[in-house]
T-cell receptor
Framework: DTEVTQTPKHLVMGMTNKKSLKCEQH?????MYWYKQKAKKPPELMFV???????INESVPSRFSPECPNSSLLNLHLHALQPEDSALYLC????????????FGPGTRLTVL | GQSLEQPSEVTAVEGAIVQINCTYQ??????LSWYQQHDGGAPTFLSY????GLEETGRFSSFLSRSDSYGYLLLQELQMKDSASYFC??????????FGPGTRLSVLP
């Protein structure tokens, strides 16, 4: 299984809502990533988990809260988002934190109203 | 910090060869990756260079010169399905991972 799955595919939320994005991989990878991608822009790294511990937080606002319950799952909890947070949120995994060959999920298209 | 530069757009015809360049400035550097992303799709890994020289994977090759802080992706025998955005990405000893701005490749019949 060389697939990274993400749910939901689309999410519309208000600025006062709380929602979560989910990501799962069964490749035995020990590093998992969250990226944010705006239209016609490159993916921007948000968080990296290595061996289920947060190893990189790229100065992301606290309204984004990552969680890694186990080596296969990665969540991104969302609260009090702003309209400018609307974007494609991509999850990826790699063998380890060196991370050069990352496998990406299809993403969650988030719209904040 | 890290910053990467790529041409914004490249156009070529089917069957041709195209080279997409990437220059980088980093405070630390481990290797350069290349990813392809079709419209509406997720990035997919193409190639990686940690050492100077050429890496070949089928129709795609990637080159790195650490002394020049420069790399390129070479696509041969272009096909229509190669029309996509191509990103170089630099990793910094696992501390950071930064994508370049992307190059939009259009393959014409």
């Amino acid at each position: 299984d060389t697939e990274v799955t993400q749910t939901p595919k689309h999410l519309v939320m208000g600025m006062t809502n709380k929602k979560s994005l989910k990501c799962e991989q069964h490749m035995g990878h020990r590093a998992m990533y969250w990226y944010k991608q705006k239209a016609k822009k490159p993916p921007e790294l948000m968080f990296v988990y290595s061996y289920e511990k947060l190893s990189i937080n790229e100065s992301v606002p606290s309204r984004f809260s990552p969680e890694c319950p186990n080596s296969s799952l990665l969540n991104l909890h969302l609260h009090a988002l702003q309209p400018e947070d609307s974007a494609l949120y991509l999850c990826a995994s790699s063998q380890d934190r060196q991370g050069f060959e990352q496998f990406f999920g299809p993403g969650t298209r988030l719209t904040v109203l | 910090g890290q910053s990467l530069e790529q041409p914004s757009e490249v156009t070529a015809v089917e069957g041709a060869i195209v080279q997409i360049n990437c220059t980088y400035q980093t405070s630390g550097f481990y290797g350069l990756s290349w990813y392809q992303q079709h419209d509406g799709g997720a990035p997919t890994f193409l190639s990686y260079n940690a050492l100077d020289g050429l890496e070949e994977t089928g129709r795609f090759s990637s080159f790195l010169s650490r002394s020049d802080s420069y790399g390129y992706l070479l696509l041969q025998e272009l096909q229509m399905k190669d029309s996509a955005s191509y990103f170089c990405a630099a990793d910094n000893y696992g501390q950071n991972f930064v994508f370049g701005p992307g190059t939009r490749l259009s393959v014409l019949p």
